[in-house]
């Protein structure tokens, strides 16, 4: 069964039941359905690439839904994104339609009865990873990866109607989907609540105590403070939480064990990995709670675990990571010599390189030991450090410029080194290209700090010594 046809299958047997409670709103199951029906009739069938202003709201869920019941093609955009990034987005994604979810005519529109466009090879959604040309890289994934996903995700969760999962990840990362889509496939209840993302920990769980959610689906560093604020501030978790869902980094060891030691072992907390080019989770570990087994008690490095049902996997000779199976993404649209390089056949079966280094411990699960290239994870996004350089550089006061990734505060940051040109003010020189980047890219391909510098490091080749510019910050 498809994706669409399971979440109409959830209204048709649970009408009344909530589907969304927005804000303390409910909306039920029948009512999201006519609203997925009224967005189809107003796309059309077939009707490619829609873009879609996407914002934490019931509108935006019936917008992504419809558009797949009328066979297109979901392109999710953040409108607090600069109007650069969000046009160069849009026209990257191939997008002839872009939709405003909140301004779609509500009317009820009858369901019963009609198909809704099932063609597994279809493009589902167009999402982007960064790259090193600083353009971003649109990844269009199929319908036949995210229905399996979604399928297997439904099992790994052990979702039943009686769930309530909290909305949480930005709409514009696949993150997203793993606490939409097995929900409202399942007739289970999404919450989506303002208060959650306000940075408050108080305030976000008295939302989960409130709302009664039971699953959580977190970004590893937001689980990191949680985490910290929970031990530091004695605040116990709420009483109906069963599920907490990590992924995007490494968990820390520390984190874990001071976990451990809190009133958790009635909730699972399951450690996840997975790419874009993916589709959402491919690996997945209990580390606590009631299904966790067999993991030392002092960890050195926090395991992503064994591979789902419907994934398969090679772990190179260097270590590198290829995932296959049919949760793999078409490629990148427009982009052929960037396809070909990442998704690779062996053995007369496609892959993907994930560019993360693992091994195996004696029972198959996965170990990630880093990557293999520049890329690393801010709050969970993928950034490649060489596409924030070629926005720097672009700057008229820029005359070098060298990011890198470090740490601080235990959290992946971003740090750019810049010399500027002979007419450039240095003293105003941060100030400067902090707008000029708040005007054009996205928050996290901002660094957390720029320095003015009079040189870059070399290395004896003539490149940018990478590793001298990570010891002149941490020295700095």
Avoid at 9 to 33: F, M, Q
Avoid at 293 to 307: E, F, R, Y
């Amino acid at each position: 069964m498809s994706l669409i046809e399971a979440f109409l299958d959830a209204a048709t047997v649970n009408p009344g039941r909530p589907a969304i409670v927005h804000n303390g709103r409910p909306i039920a199951y029948s009512e999201l359905a006519e609203a997925v029906w009224t967005v189809a009739d107003l796309v059309g069938p077939s009707p490619g690439a829609v873009g879609v202003l996407a914002t934490h709201s019931p509108a935006t869920m019936a917008a992504m839904l419809g558009i797949w019941a009328a066979g297109g093609t979901y392109c999710p955009v953040d409108p607090g994104f600069p109007a650069q990034r969000r046009h160069s987005m849009l026209a990257a994604a191939g997008c002839r339609i872009v939709l405003d979810p909140e301004a779609v005519p509500t009317r009820s529109v009858p369901g019963a009865g009609r198909a809704a466009a099932t063609d597994p090879e279809k493009p589902a959604y167009t999402l982007f990873t960064s790259g090193s040309t600083g353009q971003p890289k649109p990844v269009v994934t199929p319908r036949r990866a995210i229905d399996a996903t979604t399928a297997s995700l439904r099992d790994l969760f052990d979702l039943s109607i009686h769930d309530r999962v909290l909305q949480f990840a930005s709409l514009n990362w696949d993150t997203c989907f793993e606490e939409i889509l097995p929900a409202l496939t399942t007739g289970a209840c999404l919450v989506l609540h303002d208060e959650a993302y306000t940075g408050s920990f108080p305030r976000f769980l008295r939302l989960v105590e409130r709302e009664r959610v039971t699953t959580l689906d977190l970004p590893t560093a937001f689980w990191h403070e949680l985490v910290h604020y929970l031990v530091e501030d004695r605040f116990a978790l709420p009483a109906s939480l069963r599920l907490v869902i990590i992924g995007g980094e490494a968990a820390s060891p520390a984190r874990v064990a001071e976990w451990s030691g809190l009133d958790t072992g009635h909730i699972r907390l399951l450690n996840t990995y997975g790419c874009t080019e993916t589709t959402l989770i491919t690996h997945a570990v209990d580390l606590c709670g009631p299904k966790a087994h067999g993991l030392p008690a002092c960890l050195v490095h926090v395991p992503i675990g064994w591979p789902l049902p419907h994934v398969l996997q090679r772990i190179e000779p260097d270590g590198e990571l290829v995932v296959g199976g049919p949760c793999l993404a078409l490629g990148y649209r427009g982009m052929p010599e960037a396809t070909e390089k990442r998704f690779i056949v062996v053995d007369g079966v496609r892959f993907f390189r994930t560019g993360d280094r693992v091994e195996a411990d004696p029972g198959g699960m996965l170990i990630h030991h880093g990557r293999l290239d520049s890329e690393v994870k801010i709050r969970g996004i993928r950034v490649n450090p060489a596409e924030v350089e070629v926005h720097l550089a672009a700057h008229e006061a820029v005359g070098a410029v060298a990011v890198s990734a470090t740490t601080i505060a235990g959290n992946a940051a971003l740090v750019a080194f810049v010399v500027p040109r002979p007419h450039a003010e240095p003293s105003t020189l941060d100030a400067e290209l902090r707008s000029y980047l708040e005007a054009s890219v996205p928050k996290h391909l901002i660094p957390s700090r720029i320095s003015v510098v009079d040189r870059l490091p070399h290395t004896a080749t003539g490149k940018i010594d990478r590793e001298s510019v990570r010891r002149q910050f941490h020295e700095g």
